[in-house]
């Protein structure tokens, strides 16, 4: 006990990532090799969706747990897929609350800093498995999944398309295609996507002058209609800490 105390004095509070370096991330096209560090689970909380469903599903191309592009591999052809969001019954976690999650997807992992919402394949690893190689169940990483956060104090106010977002107005930022790196860490342009889609971040001021940021990886087949409508049920709690730097 007295070496894992001395670990974690010298390794400090975590911090939470900023927007800058989540989109840092999307716009160089979320590389196999890259993982996403910086936000620890909270004692690995994981809580359950419930199947009521709430009130609109809209029929989109692409399919909500579909896996994003991975390095090497070609773009999933585009589908028609009904993405539906559901209301979400579980405990309410720290730092925020949801009101509603797609359908088959659960809060895999949250803290006061972030929250990461993964479709249901991200449940239940089996001993063998071995997260850095199957990235889908590290909570740590966001590819394939949707991030929430607090932009960080020192970065400037987002740009982007204005969007209706439940009663308000937020702005959503479409990350472009980027490069990805290839097994011996080489930038190499990121194969094209079939559906156009390379993530985005949708941004919400709150009251108070902070902005919530709703991170959705690219090719996962959710509408602009839908990211507003998942991004207007997140709640930011008095316990959320927004990071800096």
Known sequence: MELKDAFSEVAGRPVAPTMQQVDADLDRGRGAL?????????????????????????????????????????????????????????????????????????????????LVIAPNKAKNPGPDVDPSKSPIYDPNDFRDKIAVMLQSKDEKPPKGEKIKVGDGE????QSPRGDVSDDKGRPTPEPARADGDYGSTLFVKQPNGIWLAVQFWGGLGFSNQQKAELAAGVHVEKDAVQGVG
């Not at 579909?66 to 539906?84: D, R």
């Not at 937020?170 to 930022?173: N, V």
């Open 34 to 114: 890259r993982k996403r560090r910086g936000v620890q689970a909270a004692g690995g909380s994981i809580f359950a969706v419930a199947a009521a469903v709430a009130a609109f599903a809209v029929a989109t191309s692409g399919t909500a747990t579909s896996p994003g592009n991975v390095e090497g591999q070609a773009p999933p052809a585009a589908t028609a897929q009904t993405i539906k969001l559901v209301a979400y019954k579980g405990d309410q976690p720290k730092g925020f609350t949801v009101d509603t999650v797609p359908d088959g997807w659960f809060v895999q992992s949250v803290n006061e800093s972030s």
């Open 170 to 173: 937020g702005i959503l930022r």
